[in-house]
């Protein structure tokens, strides 16, 4: 007998000044072409308890920043759309879903809850710190960039994208500074920015810290959603 296709949370965007919420469709696409059933998570929509017993698995979607006081990081002029709900409301699940072992993917800004989540701090604005031999985000117009990183070879990373290096589309300026407890690399850009975190005492929790939502062709992208959903499945 088969199995129903896992329930895979997707937080969204905060509220805007209309009072709607948002998501890029991508996401929902990657989930369902890996075999998952996504429904969206708004802030502060539903009591956290019965949110971890409906769903299967979660993921930490992009977004704006987070509020540098939750990782006792100062005030940059850079730092855009922050919003306390948001990160109240994502920060209590991440650590659930650590804490009950639920499979959990950060996507950009999620790989930076995540961390924050585990007692990472940020970098504000990754050129005051990298530079640009690497584009990580374009400004002018503000879209999403390609560019290479490397795999740690001994990562489950690796291991699931069956690759060492590959190419990215990137989209931001911040990204996580020191490595939370507990956690591993397991990809870096050739600058050295942090691209990869993968928890060493939960069965499936990933941050990336570029948006493979955005390559739906790349059969090496897809793998990394198939591989939350299988996770999820279990």
Known sequence: MSHPAPI???????????GDVSL???????????????????????????LLEKIDGFILAGGGDID??????APHPTIYSVDAERDAFELTL????LAKQIP???????????????GAALI????????DAIAHRLDAPRRPTPHPLQLEANSRLAALMQAIQIDVMS???????TLPSGW??????????LEAIECEHHPWALGVQWHPELSPNDPAHQKLFRALILAAAQ
């Open 94 to 97: 991440a650590k659930a879903a």
């Open 8 to 18: 895979i949370g997707i937080t969204t965007y905060g509220r805007n000044e209309a």
């Open 68 to 73: 540098p006081s939750l990782y006792g990081g």
């Open 24 to 50: 890029p469709g991508a996401y929902l696409d990657a989930v369902q072409r890996a075999g998952g059933v996504p429904i969206l998570l708004p802030p502060h929509q539903a009591p956290l308890e019965r």
């Open 171 to 177: 989209w931001h300026h911040q990204a996580v500074k």
């Open 124 to 131: 504000p604005h990754v050129p005051a710190v990298y530079g």
């Open 104 to 118: 959990v993917l950060g996507i950009c800004r999620g790989m930076q809850i995540l961390g924050v989540a585990s």
């Open 184 to 193: 591993r690399v397991a990809a870096q850009a050739t600058d050295g920015l």
